[in-house]
């Protein structure tokens, strides 16, 4: 997609961990709070708005150490998506099982794991979230093929 950089669009860098287990792939998401501006009590993905001058690699590693209490490593840019209020670059990040046991949830009441099916039927989780999940989950399969 494309960056517009004068968009008056929120820009946003997200991260979604994930791991495979017996051929699913297993998204690690965050239950938004319910007095947040963005999506309250819903489910989403960890990170924030990129600030003025901050490239999205710079965003998503402030704000997944201010969200997570970590340094994100291996991670990789899976695209940016260009919505009708934000435009996002998606960052996913394979991470072991044991996962949300490593990490400290700071913003929102707690993180998840989901199945794919769980996701897709999740009534807490956007379409827009929905269709970025989709597009990891085509990714991942063809990587483990």
């Given at each position: 997609?494309v960056n517009?950089?004068?968009?008056?669009k929120?820009?946003?860098?997200?991260l979604?961990?994930?791991?495979v287990k017996?051929?699913?792939?297993v998204v690690?998401?965050?239950?938004r709070?319910?007095?947040v501006?963005?999506?309250?009590?819903?489910?989403?993905?960890?990170?924030?708005?990129?600030?003025?001058?901050?490239?999205?690699?710079?965003t998503?590693?402030?704000?997944?150490?201010?969200?997570?209490?970590?340094?994100?490593q291996?991670?990789?840019?899976?695209?940016?998506?260009?919505?009708?209020?934000?435009?996002?670059?998606?960052f996913?990040?394979?991470?072991?099982e044991?996962?949300?046991?490593?990490?400290r949830?700071?913003?929102?009441p707690?993180?998840?794991y989901?199945?794919?099916?769980?996701?897709?039927?999740?009534?807490?989780?956007?379409d827009?979230?929905?269709?970025?999940?989709?597009d990891l989950y085509?990714?991942?399969?063809?990587?483990?093929?």
């Amino acid at each position: 997609m494309v960056n517009n950089p004068k968009s008056s669009k929120r820009r946003v860098a997200t991260l979604i961990p994930y791991f495979v287990k017996n051929g699913k792939v297993v998204v690690f998401l965050q239950r938004r709070s319910k007095d947040v501006k963005y999506r309250p009590d819903q489910f989403g993905f960890f990170g924030g708005g990129i600030e003025a001058g901050e490239t999205p690699e710079q965003t998503l590693i402030r704000e997944i150490k201010e969200e997570l209490s970590i340094q994100p490593q291996n991670y990789e840019f899976l695209e940016q998506y260009e919505f009708d209020v934000v435009i996002s670059d998606v960052f996913i990040m394979e991470v072991d099982e044991d996962f949300k046991d490593t990490v400290r949830v700071n913003e929102g009441p707690y993180g998840r794991y989901f199945t794919g099916d769980e996701a897709m039927n999740e009534q807490r989780l956007t379409d827009l979230h929905k269709k970025i999940l989709e597009d990891l989950y085509n990714i991942v399969r063809k990587r483990k093929i």
